[in-house]
C-alpha cells in the first residue's frame, strides 16, 4: 500500500467485492492478480458474473494467469501487454450495463489508466475499487511534449520522447495516471544530478 | 473614457512598459510589511474610480497586445485551452458574463445586441463583429469559451461543483504562473493546490474550500495573489519552463530594475446561473521595479516583504536566484521611515 503526503496522489482502499453488484469487471496486472486472489477467493459465488482481464507483465514467470484460469471466472481474458488489456477493457465498458463494478490492481499507471477508461465512461472515480501491489515504479508525463515514460524508478529521468532531462514531481494527475516531470537543468543547462533510484 | 491601446510585446524583445497611469492604478498586494498565506478573500465590489477593481472584469491599455500574445500561445499549444464535455453549459455561461460585463461598462469598445437567443457582438479594438446564436456552438467560430476568452483579458478557469468538492473542468490558462492546466484538469481542489506549501497544513485550503462552495450567483469575491518573473513574459507555463527558465539566471545589479517584475493576480469567482459551475478568473498585472519605486511606499514595503519572505516560499515562487539581487536594490529605495496601512499609494 502507498502511504504518501502528496495531496493529488489517489488513496487506493482495496479491493473489497461489492456483494450487490450484478457484474464484476476486473482488470489486473502483474501482482495485482494476488490481490484478486484475495478478495474474490472469500468470495467464489461472485465468480460467475466476474469478467477478469489480466496482464502478466513482469509477473509472466510467476503463472499467475493460470492461477486467475483456476478460479473459473464466467469471462477470463489474458492480456500480452497493459495497452491491449485497456483497449479490450474499453470495448467491454462500452456495453456495459447498470450494476458493473469496475476494480483494478496493480502497478499504480496501470491503475490510473484503468480509473481514467472508467471516467471516460462515465463511471464514477470514487466507485472504483483499487488496489496497489507490485513495483512503486511511476509514470511520467513530461510536461514539456506531453509523453508518457512508463516505470519510473530514478529522478531525474530522460524523456523517452523528447530527451528533456526531467525532474519527477511529487503531482499525481488521476486523469492521465501520471505524475509530472519538469525540466530540471532549464535554470543550469547541461548541469544534470545524478539519477537516484526512488521509486524501486 | 477611451482606453489608448498599446502596441507592445511579452516576448522576444519584451516591449512591454506601464504608462505612468497603469502604475498608479497597479494592484499592489501588500498592506503591510510582511507576508504569509491568508484566505484574503473579499466581495467582489467596485473599487475607486479608474482602479483594477473599478469594474468587475478590467480592460486595460494592454488588451490589444495581451490578446495578440494569447493567440501566439494557442497557437504553439492548443492544450492551454480544454474543456471536458459536460462544462459546455458553463461555457455558454462565461460567454454571457464577459460579453454583458464589457459591453456594459466599455461600451465604446464593446457592443452586445440580444433578440432572443439571437445575438450580436461588436469587439472595435480587436475588429470583431459576429452575429451568432445563443446556445448554438455551430454558430460561433471557435467553442463557446475559447471564443469569449480570446478576447477577453485574464486567464479562465471553469470550475464544476458536485459531491461537495470543486473541480477544475476547463480552462483557457496561457498566462499563467507555473502550472498545467493540461495536467491539473479533472482534478479536485485538494488534488489541483497538492504541490502548494505550508497552505494545508495552516488550514488555508480546507477554509478556502468552504467559503467557496457556498458562493452565491450575484456577488463575486476576489483576492490577490503574487510571484515575480523575469522580464515582462506572460507565458510562464510549465510547458515552457525549458525556454524561459534560463531567464532567472540573467539577473544582474545593473540589470535587476529593468528585468525583475511584480507579477499580480487578482483573482476573482462567480457563481454561473445554469450551469451552477464558478468561474476563476485570474487576471496577471505586471510591474518592474524601476516602475515600481517610482510610488515611494511600494518600493519601501517590498523591500521589507521579500526581505523577510520564508525560504520555502521564495523557493515555492521561483524567487531563490535573484531575491538577494532584488532585496539590495530596492532596499537604496528604503529609507527606513514607516509605510502607511494599506495598498495605496500615499
Known amino acids: 500500500m502507498l502511504v504518501s503526503n502528496i495531496k493529488s496522489r489517489p488513496v487506493y482502499g482495496g479491493l473489497k467485492v461489492d456483494v450487490a453488484a450484478r457484474r464484476h469487471l476486473v482488470a489486473a496486472e502483474g501482482e495485482g492478480a494476488l490481490a484478486v486472489i484475495d478478495a474474490f477467493g472469500a468470495h467464489p459465488e461472485a465468480l460467475a458474473r466476474t469478467t477478469l482481464l489480466y496482464a502478466a507483465g513482469g509477473s509472466a514467470g510467476e503463472d499467475h494467469a493460470a492461477r486467475l484460469a483456476a478460479f473459473r471466472p464466467d469471462d477470463l481474458f489474458v492480456m500480452p501487454s497493459q495497452p ?63 509523453g508518457m515514460t512508463e516505470n519510473v524508478t530514478v529522478s531525474p529521468v530522460t524523456c523517452s520522447h523528447c530527451g528533456i532531462p526531467l525532474l519527477v514531481r511529487d503531482h499525481y494527475s488521476r486523469r492521465l495516471g501520471a505524475f509530472q516531470g519538469v525540466s530540471i537543468d532549464a535554470e543550469t543547462p547541461g548541469d544534470v544530478p545524478p539519477a537516484e533510484e526512488l521509486y524501486a | 473614457m477611451t482606453i489608448q491601446f498599446k502596441n507592445e ?28 498565506y491568508a484566505v484574503n478573500i473579499e466581495q467582489h465590489m467596485p473599487g475607486p474610480a479608474k482602479s483594477t477593481t473599478e469594474f468587475p472584469i478590467d480592460i486595460d491599455e494592454h488588451y490589444v497586445s495581451e490578446m495578440r500574445d494569447r493567440a501566439l500561445v494557442l497557437k504553439e499549444d492548443p492544450l492551454r485551452c480544454q474543456a471536458l464535455p459536460h462544462m459546455l453549459t458553463a461555457e455558454w455561461d462565461l460567454v454571457e458574463l464577459l460579453m454583458e460585463q464589457m459591453s456594459k461598462h466599455y461600451p465604446e469598445h464593446f457592443s452586445l445586441t440580444r433578440d432572443g437567443d439571437k445575438w450580436r457582438w461588436v469587439n472595435r479594438p480587436l475588429g470583431i463583429d459576429q452575429h451568432f446564436t445563443f446556445g448554438d456552438t455551430a454558430t460561433l467560430p471557435y467553442p463557446p469559451m475559447e471564443y469569449v476568452t480570446r478576447q477577453c483579458q485574464g486567464d479562465f478557469a471553469l470550475i464544476d461543483q458536485r459531491n461537495d468538492m470543486l473541480w477544475m473542468d476547463a480552462g483557457m490558462i496561457t498566462t499563467q504562473a507555473d502550472w498545467s492546466l493540461d495536467f491539473d484538469i479533472g482534478m479536485s481542489w485538494t488534488e489541483w493546490h497538492g504541490p502548494v506549501p505550508l497552505a494545508h497544513e495552516m488550514g488555508v485550503m480546507d477554509r478556502a474550500l468552504k467559503f467557496m462552495l457556498n458562493l452565491q450567483q450575484g456577488r463575486p469575491v476576489r483576492r490577490l495573489n503574487w510571484t515575480m518573473t523575469i522580464n515582462p513574459r506572460l507565458d510562464t507555463s510549465p510547458e515552457n519552463y525549458h525556454k524561459w527558465g534560463i531567464d532567472r539566471t540573467t539577473v544582474t545589479p545593473e540589470n535587476v530594475g529593468d528585468k525583475v517584475h511584480l507579477r499580480v493576480e487578482l483573482q476573482a469567482l462567480w ?76
Not at chain 1, 112 to 128: K, N, Y
Not at chain 2, 19 to 31: G, L, N, T, V, Y
Not at chain 2, 315 to 338: E, I
Open chain 2, 9 to 36: 510585446t511579452f516576448r522576444d524583445d519584451f516591449t512591454f512598459s506601464n504608462s505612468p497611469e497603469a502604475i498608479q492604478r497597479f494592484p499592489f498586494p501588500f498592506d503591510k510589511d510582511e507576508y504569509m
Open chain 2, 271 to 346: 457563481r454561473l446561473p445554469r450551469s451552477n459551475a464558478i468561474v476563476f478568473s485570474i487576471r496577471a498585472y505586471m510591474i518592474k521595479m524601476e516602475e515600481l519605486v517610482t510610488v515611494p511606499k511600494w518600493g519601501r514595503r517590498l523591500h521589507r516583504v521579500l526581505r523577510d519572505l520564508r525560504p520555502e516560499l521564495a523557493d515555492y515562487k521561483g524567487l531563490t536566484r535573484f531575491r538577494d539581487m532584488t532585496v539590495d536594490y530596492l532596499a537604496r529605495h528604503d529609507d527606513g521611515a514607516p509605510t502607511s496601512p494599506g495598498f495605496f499609494p500615499d
Open chain 1, 84 to 146: 491491449t488489456l485497456i483497449t479490450r477493457l474499453n470495448v467491454i465498458l462500452n456495453t456495459a450495463t447498470m450494476g458493473t463494478r469496475l476494480y483494478a490492481a496493480g502497478v499504480e499507471g496501470f491503475i490510473g489508466s484503468v480509473v481514467a477508461a472508467g471516467m471516460a465512461h462515465g463511471v464514477d472515480q470514487a466507485s472504483i475499487r483499487t488496489e496497489h501491489r507490485g513495483s512503486l515504479a511511476r509514470r511520467v508525463q513530461c510536461v514539456h511534449c506531453k
